[in-house]
């Protein structure tokens, strides 16, 4: 099956610099890859996701960037603020089959923006 | 719209109790999912139907967890007899459909979860 793994497990930036949390997968065949955000005790939401037939796509502060050759995925987050602070994961996707529909997540990545 | 609504939203049992619970999906979502998610750890597959079928169970504990879909509608999780490990979110997540080649939507949307603490 799938494996992604997610680096760093923690990350500490200042108010309004930038953070970068990149993601791996092993199936050459997942080309789905969505980002959520999840806050202590709270549901997981998706903030971004990305398709293998697109490269970068970007909404306000948040970018992400795929690499089909290298199978590598990151999230950009510009402007950091206090709110971003939260858990983040990726996840990767194969459509086809039966395992459509089915994501596998990275550990997370704690994300901590200071004042 | 209704999100994803699971109860309870809080479950405290002893080792080897059962104990349940249920999910209903977004209205008209066919696709359901079971994850669970261990502290420090992102959400892991637990069973996914279509419908009132299955999809993937693979990665369900059979010999104590068993989930239906009745109806293809709500769906319930059970862990009978429950272990220390199982302590997790048990997050319930729905989607409109298996998916298919175009500009789909996944629109895979979890529940608020059901932390259990098996003691």
């Known amino acids: 099956g799938e494996n992604v793994e997610q680096h760093p497990s923690t990350l500490s930036v200042q108010e309004g610099d930038s953070a970068v949390i990149k993601c791996t997968y092993s199936?050459?065949?997942?080309?789905?890859f969505p980002w959520y955000k999840q806050e202590l005790g709270k549901r997981p939401q998706l903030i971004i996701d990305?398709?293998?037939?697109?490269g970068e796509k970007k909404d306000q502060r948040i970018a992400v960037t795929l690499n089909k050759t290298a199978k590598h995925f990151s999230l950009h987050i510009t402007e950091t603020q206090p709110e971003d602070s939260a858990v983040y994961f990726c996840?990767?996707?194969?459509?086809?089959?039966?395992?459509?529909?089915?994501?596998?997540f990275g550990r997370g990545t704690q994300l901590t923006v200071w004042p | 719209e209704a999100g994803v609504a699971q109860s309870p939203r809080y479950k405290i049992i002893e080792k080897r109790q059962s104990v349940a619970f249920w999910c209903n999906p977004i209205?008209?979502?066919?696709?359901l999912y079971w994850y669970q998610q261990i502290l420090g750890q992102g959400p892991k597959l637990l069973i996914q139907?279509?419908?009132?079928?299955?999809?993937?169970d693979s990665q369900l504990p059979k010999d104590r967890f068993s989930a239906e879909r009745l109806k293809g509608v709500d769906s319930t999780l059970k862990i009978q007899p429950a272990k220390l490990e199982d302590s997790a979110v048990y997050l319930c997540?729905?989607?409109?459909?298996?998916?298919?080649?175009?500009?789909?939507?996944?629109?895979?949307?979890f529940g608020s979860g059901t932390r259990l603490t098996v003691v």
């Open positions: 990305i398709r293998s037939n697109v």
């Open positions: 997540a729905s989607s409109p459909s298996l998916g298919e080649t175009g500009n789909h939507n996944y629109g895979y949307t």
């Open positions: 209205s008209g979502h066919a696709t």
């Open positions: 996840a990767a996707s194969r459509r086809g089959g039966s395992t459509l529909g089915r994501l596998y």
């Open positions: 199936d050459s065949a997942s080309n789905y």
């Open positions: 139907f279509q419908n009132n079928g299955v999809v993937d």
